[in-house]
């Protein structure tokens, strides 16, 4: 079911982009400048109104989409089992370039700090 699902929705996201990309900015619709581009097919405010309501139609659609797959696997957690947010890295993992893990690797003490130099000093005033 959520595959068919995700189909449609995938068809409706390009139909949606491709009904977007159609409409030109001023609301002159289909993108061709004059109103004669559509021959005697439609107006062009006719044809303005068809885009904005297929646009209309098709967001309603894609957000129910939306919402509905989001409820669907709203459950589901990954094919593990688990979510990849709850753990940290596993402790077995080797280290980058074939090195041992980082839980097997000797921790360093802190560095020392650097005694004061005991040289010649300047005198102050």
Not at 17 to 34: F, N
């Amino acid at each position: 079911m959520t595959t068919v699902l995700l189909i449609i929705h995938l068809f409706v996201t390009l139909a949606l982009i491709g009904v977007v990309l159609i409409q030109r900015s001023e609301g002159g619709g289909l993108g061709i400048g004059s109103s004669q581009g559509m021959g005697s097919f439609m107006s062009g405010r006719g044809t303005a109104n068809l885009l904005t309501r297929t646009t209309a139609i098709l967001a309603t659609l894609f957000m129910a989409l939306s919402l509905t797959l989001a409820l669907m696997n709203r459950g589901t957690l990954g094919a593990g089992g688990h979510s990849i947010l709850d753990t940290g890295p596993p402790a077995s993992a080797p280290g980058p370039a074939g090195l041992p893990p980082a839980s097997h690797l000797p921790i360093a003490p802190p560095p020392a700090t650097p005694a004061k130099p005991t040289g010649p000093s300047v005198p102050t005033n």
